[in-house]
């Protein structure tokens, strides 16, 4: 199992409840794929350093620490690129 950590940017126009439920799907997404979630950060809102998508100058950020098989993180990727809700995403693979 692989150590990796994602980073990811959430639309700021969302309500509140909503960030929690996001993260936690993305987390549960991680663990019924076979992987563990060691650490998971809702970071909050922050001020991004450009303008994304012509339209958004702020963004909620998301850190999550998990091992899993590189097919977990293949399929974490896939959701990342079809959830309207994602802005932004980063996935690096940890050191040892």
């Given at each position: 199992?692989?150590?990796?950590?994602?980073?990811?940017?959430i639309?700021?126009?969302l309500?509140?409840d909503?960030?929690e439920?996001?993260?936690t799907?993305?987390?549960?997404?991680?663990?019924t794929a076979?992987?563990?979630?060691?650490?998971?950060?809702?970071?909050?809102?922050?001020?991004?350093?450009?303008e994304?998508?012509?339209?958004f100058?702020?963004?909620?950020?998301?850190l999550?620490n998990?091992?899993?098989?590189p097919?977990?993180?293949?399929?974490?990727?896939r959701?990342?690129?079809?959830?309207?809700?994602?802005?932004?995403?980063?996935?690096?693979?940890?050191?040892d």
């Open positions: 199992m692989t150590k990796y950590e994602a980073m990811f940017i639309k700021p126009d309500e509140e909503a960030y439920a996001i993260s799907r993305f987390k549960e997404l991680i663990e076979g992987g563990e979630v060691t650490n998971l950060t809702l970071m909050g809102r922050r001020k991004l350093a450009y994304v998508k012509k339209k100058r702020e963004g909620f950020y998301v999550i998990y091992t899993a098989k097919a977990v993180t293949a399929e974490l990727e959701n990342f690129k079809i959830s309207d809700e994602i802005i932004r995403y980063l996935i690096v693979k940890e050191e």
